[in-house]
Nanobody, 121 residues
């Protein structure tokens, strides 16, 4: 059974940091990543581990966010530094056994329940 569980969201001030975690169960995932959805906006990619294993980031978070994973713990992380109010959104962990890209969520088949991140100015 596929199961993704996010944790680590919260409310912070601009410039502060948060670390999100995604605990994964189930079979091997070829690609995993983080997406987010702000109120009134479409869901967008934040960072993914693509099929070649290399991390890719949305331009809006490059240099501020870092995606990582601990295979032994079957957990993926998103370290978010220098947070901005425009980072406020629900953040979702996603996985797929297909190839993927940070540009779109259409290839992702499995999703967590989401965790709220709120950044105030």
């Amino acid at each position: 059974q596929v199961h993704l569980v996010e944790s680590g969201g919260g409310s912070v001030q601009a410039g502060e940091s948060l670390r999100l975690s995604c605990a994964a169960s189930g079979r091997f995932y070829y690609c995993m990543g983080w997406f987010r959805q702000a109120p009134g906006k479409e869901r967008e990619g934040v960072a993914v581990f693509a099929s070649d294993g290399l991390p890719t980031y949305a331009d809006s978070v490059k240099g501020r966010f870092t995606i990582s994973r601990d295979n032994a713990k079957r957990t993926m992380y998103l370290q978010m530094d220098t947070l901005k109010p425009e980072d406020t959104a629900i953040y979702y962990c996603a996985a797929t056994r297909r190839v993927c890209t940070v540009e779109t969520d259409v290839y992702f088949d499995y999703w967590g329940q989401g965790t709220q991140v709120t950044v105030s100015s």
